[in-house]
């Protein structure tokens, strides 16, 4: 069975930083991209970043670049994502996802997704 599970959410300052952390099942962590969206209230979920099943290819919404850094460790079957200079509007619930090999921005075209946890940045 595939699972994704999250960890790491909580509340942070503005200008603050968190990591996020997602712990991958063993069985797709080698051969698939692994990426992070986030859903505020009253709205769609929305990619954040990415990084390709090789972990030499990233991508970031323009919202987060400069402030987020997306990262793996296959040996650890984890993907990380560290937040730096965060702000109100990060707050949101924050997915992992997984799917086969390259990353797209697209929400619909991840296979597999874990649970949420929950990031609330205050003013």
């Known amino acids: 069975q595939v699972q994704l599970v999250e960890s790491g959410g909580g509340l942070v300052q503005a200008g603050g930083s968190l990591r996020l952390s997602c712990a991958v099942s063993r069985r797709i962590i080698g051969g698939y991209a692994m990426g992070w969206f986030r859903q505020a209230p009253g709205k769609e979920r929305d990619f954040v970043a990415g990084?390709?099943?090789?972990?030499?290819?990233?991508r970031y919404a323009d919202s987060v670049k400069d402030r987020f850094t997306i990262s793996r460790d296959n040996a650890k079957n984890t993907v990380y994502l560290q937040m730096n200079s965060l702000k109100p509007e990060d707050t949101a619930v924050y997915y992992c996802?997984?799917?086969?090999?390259?990353?797209?921005?697209?929400?619909?075209?991840?296979?597999?997704w874990g649970q949420g946890t929950q990031v609330t940045v205050s003013s």
């Open positions: 990084i390709d099943f090789s972990g030499k290819t990233t």
């Open positions: 996802a997984a799917r086969p090999m390259l990353v797209v921005t697209t929400t619909g075209q991840w296979n597999y």
